[in-house]
Structure formats: structure tokens, C-alpha cells
């Protein structure tokens, strides 16, 4: 996410958005007629508010009175001598026939706002990046009597929209459920009226509760990137919907549970790729997704609350905000596990962007739009109302919670606090359902089950012990060491694990002779490598001093770094796993590893080795690299080997001796991975289906990372695959986890129809008249810092202009230097991965 100071970011110039707020003022809007496309012959939907009357809205309430409360934004990073307002407004309509009429500002002077709804007691609160503000109308006049601040972030002072406060659901007996985004890793501290606090530094997101007058703060669960909305159901489910990290999707769905861990850390960067973090319940105590999202969901409605068709009973409406589109998401109970299939309801074009729901008294559906892809206030914007055709055929309005054997088991669970009740709480654990673990866990941090959890890391059944470390490290025990250790003496995969998280997010430094000592006694498998790292980087001291005393103010800028020389001694040392040993080479700096050592690599006749070190002169050019490789390729047996290894010669100039003792079909084959060519494509190559014929059958994964990673196609460039690539891109590691096959082609073949807001393009055009293009940008009042295409960042004083690039960063046309046989490959690289 972009930090940088609001008034100062200039995406599209400011006479132009003057122009465009003053036009949308006198005139109805050219998009009026405009309509997204419903999917659903059983609905119909009507445009019944536009600008100039209600301008960039985002949350949008419904009072007992049916008029409709919207959130209108005016501080979402404007433009310079933006002409609306200089805070964000609540404005109040009234149906008039199947319209809105505006009736007048109800609240204004309103900084970032993100959200609102009316609580239990009746009033209206609102939800901006750094507080939760209630707007009673208690003489009943339509407009409020005052702002009063419930609960109030207090630190970081200043944070980026998206990852501040978010969203905001009230409960009927008299909480408020407030979600928090990760505030980009800096400390943060949420105070309500009491002087109750929750905080944190280098966690995930979060959703905290707190009482309607802001007393008795506390945390819920945490492990979110950027939660924008929760809403619960007419079970009593709370749901959730999380934004994703750069480069690990998709975005979520999620089943929230007290206590719940979602995965994801601030402290490990954008990327969301890092052994300490989680996406789908990867990690042992965090909890998976209901199910995957489309890019930038912002909104929810429970369809109890609505009179739609009987076919959308027990779903949620989501609004997907990149997709230009609203699903349904039906839901279902299986196990203890809530389950959900998605299908698409409106499907707009590029000037369709749902952000929020509302339902009436009547069960018709109402949905705010900010109409264009622009970040910054705009002038535009548009509210709609979706219905039923037909009402006899309408769900009932629901008015009390119905039941739910799995909220009952869930309950039930966490309010176990007798030890007659252990059997129960065994049986959860042993559930194989995650929800009904993660209840477990917390009702076991009760004392009273203090010596039953102790009692299991001396039992028989691994999975027990995974539990029981969990819970004990939760309530953060004074002999942490004592269990961490003799954890490690476990032969199972899984109690290692755990065991090596704890040691690292605690901090836990005593067992860290330990823990070096099991790889040097081969008791640290390949999978757990990266974790085994991670662990070394957490338990240096320097580490442990710096996050402890908040040394950063992001902590995500805190150094993890391991010892001097610690992967060469890896590298050098035979008597490691050929895996372990190729896992470090991967992990490697170019300058700490030697012609030397690769020369040994590729000498090892151990595959994994050899396969590491050509990769390793893929990515980089080691001066030298041509000789040893052209060795290789005259003693190797191994076809695939030699192929990889005339992919890492492509990248140097061979002299034409040299040339000589290569096989002619393998210097041709190092000829095509050469950059520059465009491949001899049929009249018909630029259409979709030309490709989608190309990927229909399947590919070879093995050669597809050869495309990846070839100059010609330029793949690794701009994106990281499995640690070795470029970083002006996202890393596309996971890629296959969140984006289907024609996803991706698509993706290649119109790089700039999707383009998730963290990857945005910038320019920045110095008085010389040359653009600069980048991804990330930093404006201060003197100077603008831009990461360039080869990731660096770099600072401009002479600059004339800068804003967003209008097309993707990743050029277009790429898809002709490649042929179909090269496509189906590289797409079945990146979604199966070799």
C-alpha cells in the first residue's frame, strides 16, 4: 500500500477533476443511461439516485423510517483544488415513487470515512481510518445533535484509508464490531471511553468489540489484511470480507470466530509470502477461508434482511469493486465448517463500481456506486435499488435469530470452563473442523484446564501436542523454553513446526543452540527449510531488542537478518541433504556465492543441487557462469538438466569456438530463450481464442518455467517465482492458489483490464519532458520518490508533473514472442508449478 501525504497525490490533473465536479453539478451525468447487465431474470434493478446529488459514496444505512443514510466521500485522496466539500458527508434521501429525493446533509466535516450503520439503540455511527463516531438525533429533527466519539485509534496518528479503520456491525444486545485494516505493520492503539485499549505492532488486522457508549475494548480475532466489511447473519454468524496482500490471493470470505487466527502478519511485508504467514489455514492454529472473493470486495448484505426470490435464502450479496460486479454467495453448514458457491448477479462495464448494501423495511435492496476506476474523488456517483419482480415468491423478512447446530456446537464449546467437560473439548480437538479447534483452544486457556493441556504434550497423539503448544504459547507460559525443547525433540513434522513458530514469534532465544543443531543432525526437512530460517532470523538478538522496544515505525522495516556466512556454511557443508543445501543456494545473495561453489553444484550429481545452480546463473549472469555451463552441457546425461542449462547460457555472449562444442539443436534451442524475437504467429493470433486453443490441452510445467525465466519472454523480469525474479511485479509463487488458467491468460493477453490498486503504474515527468514510469510513489513538497522498473527507488527534484500511468506497467504484446507451445507451458507452470 502507498503512504504519502493525501493532499499532495495528483492522479489525473486538477483542472480536470474541477471541470468534471462543476459539469456533473448542472447537467445529469453521461452515464445516466448506463445500466450493468442483471443476470437474474427474477430481478429488477433501477438507477434512483445520480450525481450531483450524491457524489463518490461508499457506506450507505437504512433508518426505522426507511430513509436512506449514504456516506459521501470527499477525502479519499482529492486531487489539488478539488471543488467539493473539505469533509465527507452524510446525506439523508426519501423515497419519492422509485427514486431517492435528497433531503440534506445529515452529518458533515467528516474525515476518511469508510462506513456506517445504525446501532441497536437507534442512532447512526460512523466509521472513519481513525475512530468510531455516533450521530444521535435524539429530538427526532432529521439531523444529528452532535458527534460523539466512541472509540478512537490513537496511534499510528496517520494511516493510508484502506488499512485504518473499516468496517462497522452493531449486535442486539449491545456491541459494536469494529474491523481494523494492518495500519502498513507501524504500532497502533485503539482506546474507548473507559480507558480500555486493545493494541498491537506487526500483526495482522484485526476486528475488535466494544459496548455502544465505547467501554470494554477488546479483541476478537485477528489475521486480516484489510478487512473492509463484516456483517452478521440471521444465524448469528459473523462474516467478514478480506482485501489480499500483493502477491498471495485470492481475496476473502471469512467465518470469524472469537479467538480466530486468519494468517496474516504486517511485520512480513505486502508480498503475504513468508513461512510465518497464512492465507487458508496453512499454518497450525490459523483458520481457513470460507471461500475465495474476486479483486476488492467491499460490501455484504445478508439476503435475510432482503425480500428477494426464495433461491437466495442463507446467501450473502457481495459486492466485487475491481470486477465491476455483485455475487451471491450461498452458504452452507458442513461439519462445523461453514462452505459457500458464488455466482454472479450484475455484471457492469467500466463505469460500474458497487461499494456497499442497504435494505429497506421492504426488503428492497439498495447499493451505492462510485461509477469510475479513479481512486480520488471524482464528481461521480450513483445509488441503486435491486427487487424482486415477483414478491410471492420473495424470502421472509426474518426478525429474530434462527438457529444453527453449528453456532450451537461453537457456543457450546467456548463456554466450557468445568473439567467434566474435558471430553468435549477433547472431541473438538480432535474434530478434523478448524473452527471447532480454534473454540477449543480458547476455552482450554481457562486455568482450570492448565494441567490437562500439560498432560497432552506427554500423550501419544501429535495432534494434541500441536493443540496444546498453541494454547500454552497463547497465554504465553513462564516455562516456554522448557516445552519449546522438549518439542523439538519430536520426531513429528507437524510438533516441529509449532514448535519453531513459538520460538520465533516469542522470541524464545534460549533454545536457539537447539535449533541449529537439528539441521546439522538432518532433523529438518526441505518443507520446513524456510521455516527453519525464519526461526534463526526471530531469535537474533538484535531482532528480539528491536521489536521489542518498537524500534521502527513500521515494524515490517525491522531487519530480520541471519548470522554472517550462515547459508554458505549450508552451501559448503556435504553432509547436508541435497535439498536442504539446494534450498540455500536458492536463498542466496549473488555476491555471497562463488564460481567456485557453483562449480561444485554442478558437479554434485545430485540433481536438486544442479537444478539449483543453473537457476541460480538464470537469474544471474556470474561472470564465468558461460564456462562451467558449457561443461556441464558436454558431460550432462540428463535432457532436462541441459535444457535448463541452455536457458542460463542464453543470457551470455558465446564466442563461436566455444559455440562449436554444443550440439546445433541446443544452440538453437539457446537462440530461442534469447530476448527480442517475436515468434511467426498465424493472422488470428490476436484473438482470445487463438490462445485459449493454445491452453485448452495442458502444458509441460517444467518447460513452462523455462519460458518463465527465459529473456524472450521476459516473465522474471518484473515478477518473482519460487524466490528468483524481479520485484516491480507481484510474486507470482501462489499465482495458481487464487487465478484460474484463463484467468492468467488474460492477465498476459490485456494486461491493463485488471489491475489491482497496490500494482498501480505511476508516472513522474521531469522538466526535460521525459516520463518516468514506476509502481510505488512517495510525494513530499519538494521532491517525488518513485520505484523505477528495475525496483530501485529513485528521488526527482525537477519534476513538472506526475499521477497514474493509464495503462498496466507490463507492456503489451508480450504474448507474440511466444508460441502456443510456449503459453500452455508457462500457464501450467504457474498454475500446478513443477
Same mark, same amino acid.
Given at each position: ?15 480536470? @477533476? ?100 445504525? =446501532? ?54 449491545? $456491541?459494536?464490531? *469494529? ?24 500483526? =495482522? ?6 459496548? #455502544? ?49 486468519? =494468517? ?153 470452563? !468445568? ?91 534460549? *533454545? ?9 543432525? =538432518? ?46 556454511? @549450508? ?13 540455500? #543456494?536458492? /536463498? ?21 543441487? +544442479? ?9 544471474? /549472469? ?46 538453437? !534451442?539457446?537462440?530461442?530463450? /534469447? ?48 524466490? $528468483? ?10 499465482? %495458481?492458489?487464487?487465478?484460474?488458467? %484463463? +484467468? ?58 506526475? %499521477?497514474?500511468? +493509464? ?6 504484446? #508480450? ?20
Amino acid at each position: 500500500m502507498l503512504h504519502f501525504a493525501r493532499t499532495r497525490v495528483l492522479i489525473v490533473c486538477a483542472s480536470t @477533476i474541477i471541470v468534471l465536479f462543476a459539469s456533473a453539478c448542472s447537467r445529469k451525468s453521461p452515464h445516466a443511461t448506463s445500466y450493468p447487465q442483471l443476470l437474474d431474470d427474477q430481478l429488477r434493478l433501477s438507477l434512483v439516485a445520480e450525481d450531483p446529488e450524491i457524489v463518490t459514496p461508499i457506506g450507505i444505512a437504512i433508518d426505522s423510517l426507511d430513509r436512506v443514510y449514504v456516506l459521501e466521500s470527499h477525502t479519499h485522496t482529492p486531487p489539488d483544488d478539488y471543488a467539493g466539500p473539505v469533509g465527507d458527508q452524510v446525506k439523508v434521501f426519501k423515497t419519492s415513487g422509485n427514486a431517492l429525493e435528497l433531503v440534506g446533509v445529515y452529518a458533515d466535516e467528516i474525515n476518511d470515512g469508510m462506513n456506517l450503520t445504525f =446501532g441497536p439503540d437507534g442512532y447512526l455511527y460512523v466509521v472513519s481510518s481513525q475512530a468510531v463516531t455516533r450521530y444521535p438525533d435524539r429530538d427526532g429533527d432529521g439531523f444529528h445533535d452532535g458527534a460523539e466519539v466512541v472509540i478512537k485509534m490513537t496511534q499510528p496518528e496517520n494511516v493510508y484509508d484502506h488499512a485504518g479503520l473499516l468496517g462497522i456491525a452493531g449486535t442486539a444486545d449491545g $456491541w459494536l464490531y *469494529v474491523s481494523r485494516g494492518n495500519t502498513g505493520s507501524k504500532y497502533w492503539k485503539i482506546s474507548g471511553a473507559d480507558g480500555t485499549s486493545v493494541e498491537g505492532y506487526g500483526d =495482522g488486522g484485526n476486528i475488535i468489540r466494544c459496548r #455502544l457508549d465505547g467501554s470494554n475494548v477488546e479483541e476478537v480475532a485477528t489475521g486480516f489484511w484489510n478487512p473492509f466489511d463484516l456483517v452478521f447473519d440471521g444465524i448469528g454468524r459473523l462474516f467478514v470480507i478480506d482485501n489480499d496482500p500483493d502477491s498471495r490471493g485470492p481475496n476473502r470470505l471469512i467465518d470469524v470466530v472469537e479467538g480466530g487466527d486468519y =494468517g496474516y502478519k504486517s511485520l512480513y511485508g505486502g508480498s503475504g509470502i513468508h513461512p510465518y504467514l497464512a492465507w487458508n489455514g496453512e499454518l497450525p492454529g490459523t483458520l481457513p477461508y470460507v471461500i475465495g472473493l474476486g479483486e476488492a470486495p467491499s460490501g455484504m448484505l445478508d439476503t435475510r434482511h432482503s425480500a428477494l426470490p426464495s433461491s437466495y435464502s442463507n446467501s450473502l450479496l457481495i459486492t466485487i469493486w475491481e470486477e465491476k460486479k455483485i455475487v451471491a454467495v450461498s452458504l452452507h453448514e458442513n461439519d462445523g465448517s461453514i462452505t459457500g458457491e458464488t455466482r454472479d448477479v450484475i455484471l457492469g462495464e467500466s463505469n460500474f463500481r458497487p461499494v456497499a448494501f442497504a435494505a429497506n423495511s421492504e426488503g428492497a435492496v439498495y447499493v451505492t456506486d462510485w461509477v469510475i476506476r479513479e481512486y480520488p474523488n471524482h464528481g461521480k456517483g450513483r445509488i441503486w435499488k435491486l427487487e424482486a419482480n415477483d414478491l410471492s415468491d420473495s424470502q421472509a423478512l426474518y426478525s429474530e435469530i434462527e438457529e444453527s447446530e453449528v453456532v450451537r456446537f461453537r457456543e457450546r464449546i467456548k463456554i466450557a470452563s !468445568e473439567k467434566e467437560e474435558i471430553g468435549l473439548l477433547e472431541r473438538a480437538l480432535l474434530s478434523g473442523d478448524p473452527y471447532s479447534i480454534a473454540a477449543a483452544r480458547k476455552a482450554l486457556r481457562n486455568p482450570v484446564f492448565r494441567d490437562w493441556v500439560y498432560q497432552l504434550l506427554d500423550g501419544s497423539s501429535p495432534e494434541l501436542k500441536v493443540q496444546a503448544a498453541l494454547v500454552l504459547e497463547s497465554i504465553q507460559v513462564d516455562d516456554a523454553s522448557a516445552v519449546i525443547s522438549k518439542l523439538l525433540d519430536e520426531a513429528d513434522e507437524n510438533v516441529i513446526e509449532v514448535a519453531l513458530l513459538w520460538a520465533g514469534r516469542q522470541g524464545v532465544n534460549d *533454545v536457539l543452540p537447539q535449533v541449529e543443531l537439528m539441521l546439522t543432525e =538432518g532433523r529438518i526437512p526441505s518443507t520446513l527449510f524456510d521455516t527453519y530460517l525464519a526461526t534463526i532470523r526471530h531469535l537474533q538478538p538484535e531482532f528480539i531488542k528491536a521489536m521489542s522496544s518498537k524500534e521502527k515505525d513500521a515494524a515490517r522495516s525491522v531487519e530480520r537478518n541471519l548470522p554472517a556466512g550462515y547459508l554458505d556454511k @549450508i552451501l559448503r557443508n556435504g553432509s547436508l541433504d541435497a535439498e536442504i543445501r539446494a534450498l540455500a #543456494l536458492s /536463498r542466496s545473495d549473488e555476491k555471497a556465492v562463488s564460481l567456485d561453489l557453483l562449480t561444485d553444484a554442478l558437479d554434485s550429481k545430485q540433481s536438486a543441487l +544442479q537444478e539449483a545452480a543453473l537457476f541460480f546463473l538464470v537469474s544471474h /549472469r556470474v561472470v564465468g557462469g558461460d564456462s562451467i555451463l558449457v561443461a556441464f552441457i558436454e558431460h550432462s546425461g540428463d535432457p532436462e538438466l541441459k535444457a535448463d542449462a541452455m536457458l542460463a547460457l542464453s543470457g551470455y555472449t558465446i564466442e563461436k569456438d566455444t559455440q562449436s562444442a554444443i550440439p546445433g539443436v541446443l544452440i538453437d !534451442e539457446m537462440d530461442y530463450w /534469447r530476448e527480442g524475437s517475436v515468434y511467426g504467429h498465424e493472422e488470428d493470433a490476436q484473438s482470445k481464442s487463438y490462445w485459449l486453443e493454445a491452453i485448452g490441452k495442458g502444458g509441460d510445467s517444467r518447460r513452462g518455467r523455462r519460458v518463465f525465466f527465459s529473456r524472450r519472454a521476459q516473465c522474471s523480469t518484473c515478477h518473482v517465482h519460487s524466490g $528468483w525474479g524481479g520485484v516491480i511485479g507481484p510474486d507470482l509463487t501462489n499465482i %495458481g492458489d487464487s487465478k484460474s488458467a %484463463g +484467468q492468467i491468460l488474460r492477465a498476459i493477453l490485456e494486461p491493463s483490464a485488471e489491475i489491482a490498486p497496490e500494482w498501480q503504474g505511476w508516472f513522474v515527468k521531469t522538466s526535460d519532458g521525459v516520463n518516468h514510469f514506476g509502481r510505488q510513489i512517495d510525494v513530499g513538497l519538494e521532491k517525488v520518490e518513485l520505484m523505477t522498473l528495475d525496483g530501485i527507488f529513485r528521488t526527482f527534484t525537477d519534476v513538472e508533473s506526475y %499521477g497514474v500511468a +493509464q495503462s498496466s506497467l507490463m507492456p503489451e504484446g #508480450l504474448h507474440l514472442q511466444l508460441s502456443k507451445e510456449d503459453m500452455s507451458d508457462l500457464i501450467s507452470f504457474l498454475i500446478n508449478k513443477p
